[in-house]
């Protein structure tokens, strides 16, 4: 019998995701800290750091700030910790010139409070990471994908990166890092999370693999820009690189599942927008298979929760279902059920089902807002217009230049160069991106990698499309990962000394 229409949701979404997309602050600092927490089984009380990088808590009442943790204090508490050259304790301006630096670099996201269990700092060694739970399973699930199977280039090097602190971040952190304690993570609650998400592995043989051809290829992905940052890249740029594309290996997740589970079910593209939004129909078409991607979701979720539902329904109908809610949502959901059942031609069931979601969507927040703020925060999604209208959920997706060399690295083999036009259609088969070639145009107009109608269709400009394409090729030139040829090729690789065997 559903009595809490959180745990009700939450389980739907670990079921068939293996992660809760519910955070609408969701910020790659999360994503970062569960996924080292999941590769590790490791995590750290500091509450020392925590507190010397927060001198001050904002108060949710009167948006005040209070000075919770002055220098004074963490000379009290910490002095022995801080010392200078000559053994002597350090100045108080020179301590807080530390702390406004220590803030400014381990704090980026503004995901610090005043104690470690609720904060996530910017990641360098694995005495950074913390209990937060912000992240909402992303880290179990990301690290799950990695090992699957057998553990390989990214999850290796991963741990290998955490390992060290050796770097600038890891030095700033350190006179409050070493007071850290490890604590174990609970791997009994997150075997059980991961048992839940089974589906994700089938036996071949003797040998686990993943189900999912987007798994499949995100897995290959991973390892593939983990072989290029083990020669190519700083450990603090790997790290960066690596998370950014944790973030989007979520999000093309998260928006393919749909037409994995269902037979026939649509897979909304990911229409980059290499502009700055001026080109109107570009920017609108793109916006538009972003919306996709959210209704994809609601569309899985609203099956299964006709699926979970129909055997209470059909013994016990829809009103005494509703009955045994906690009074707090009964009158709503009531309402959205009788607001379904208007229409003759929606069923009991069907009708519970809308309301339901409407309910539980607005108590733990819809999928798209998580969409929006990840996807903004890494660098694949940006205002719909130039001027920010909209609102926070209006986004179309685009691309930074960070972004696109992690794009590059994770889909090009460094011994196999690519032509300009096989890049798109490798970025095409594993991650659902399309520019604008003319094959892309039946994909744009339905909203639907398989080229049928879902939803609204949408109007595009194919002059636009294709200049699209050639503003991602200029862009790739330009960022030193292509080289255009007189004859009109273009090769795209992450290793340019290759192209002198061409």
């Not at 939450?10 to 519910?22: C, K, M, R, S």
């Not at 005040?64 to 200078?84: D, F, H, M, Q, W």
């Not at 055997?311 to 059920?337: C, N, W, Y």
Request: net charge negative; with cysteine; aromatic share 6%.
């Amino acid at each position: 019998m559903t009595t809490d229409l959180k745990t009700f949701l939450n389980d739907l979404y670990i079921a068939e995701f293996g992660l809760v997309p519910t955070n609408n602050s969701i910020k790659p600092v999360h994503v970062a800290n569960g996924l080292g927490r999941a590769l590790t089984g490791r995590a750290y009380d500091s509450d020392a750091l925590a507190e010397f990088l927060r001198p001050s808590i904002l108060n949710q009442k009167t948006r005040e700030k209070v000075e919770r943790n002055p220098n004074s204090a963490i000379l009290e508490r910490y002095g022995e910790a801080i010392t200078g050259r000559d053994g002597e304790v350090i100045d108080r301006d020179s301590l807080s010139t530390l702390r406004n630096l220590a803030e400014g670099v381990l704090g980026t996201d503004k995901a610090v409070f005043g104690e470690a269990a609720r904060s996530s700092y910017t990641l360098s060694n694995e005495t950074l990471l913390t209990r937060d739970p912000s992240d909402h399973r992303c880290g179990i699930f990301l690290a799950r994908l990695l090992t699957a199977g057998h553990e390989a280039d990214a999850a290796i090097h991963i741990r290998e990166l955490l390992s060290t602190d050796d770097d600038p971040w890891s030095m700033l952190a350190m006179p409050m890092a070493k007071l850290a304690k490890p604590q174990g993570v609970d791997t009994a609650t997150e075997a059980a999370m991961q048992h839940a998400y089974a589906p994700m592995i089938v036996d071949d043989a003797s040998t686990p693999v993943l189900a999912s051809p987007t798994l499949t290829n995100l897995r290959r992905s991973f390892d593939r820009l983990a072989r290029f940052e083990q020669t190519s890249g700083s450990k603090l740029n790997s790290l960066r690189r690596l998370v950014t594309f944790a973030c989007f290996a979520v999000h093309v997740h998260l928006i393919s599942r749909y037409s994995e589970a269902v037979e026939g079910a649509p897979r909304s593209p990911i229409l980059l927008d290499m502009f700055d939004g001026s080109r109107t129909s570009l920017r609108n078409a793109s916006r538009a298979s972003f919306r996709a991607a959210g209704d994809t979701i609601e569309a899985l979720m609203l099956l299964r929760i006709r699926e979970r539902l129909q055997l209470q329904v059909s013994a016990r109908g829809a009103e005494q279902v509703i009955a045994g809610l906690p009074t707090k949502v009964q009158d709503r959901v009531r309402q959205g059920f009788d607001a379904y059942r208007h229409d003759d031609q929606v069923s009991e069931l069907e009708a519970i089902a809308e309301a339901f979601w409407q309910v539980a969507a607005e108590e733990k927040n819809h999928p798209r807002g998580f969409l929006a703020d990840l996807g903004r925060r890494a660098g694949y999604l940006t205002p719909w217009s130039v001027a920010g209208r909209g609102g926070k959920q209006q986004k179309r997706y685009g691309i930074n230049a960070e972004f696109l060399e992690t794009l590059v690295a994770a889909t090009v083999d460094p011994e196999r160069p690519l032509d300009f036009p096989e890049f798109l259609d490798e970025i095409r088969a594993n991650y659902g991106i399309v520019v604008g070639q003319r094959s892309d145009d039946q994909i744009v107009r339905c909203n639907n990698l398989a080229q049928k109608p879902f939803g609204t269709p949408t109007s595009v400009s194919e002059e636009e499309l294709r200049l699209n394409v050639e503003a991602l090729r200029r862009a790739m030139l330009e960022a030193g990962y292509a080289k255009a040829f007189a004859d009109g090729q273009t090769v795209i690789t992450t290793d340019p000394k290759s192209l002198a065997l061409l």
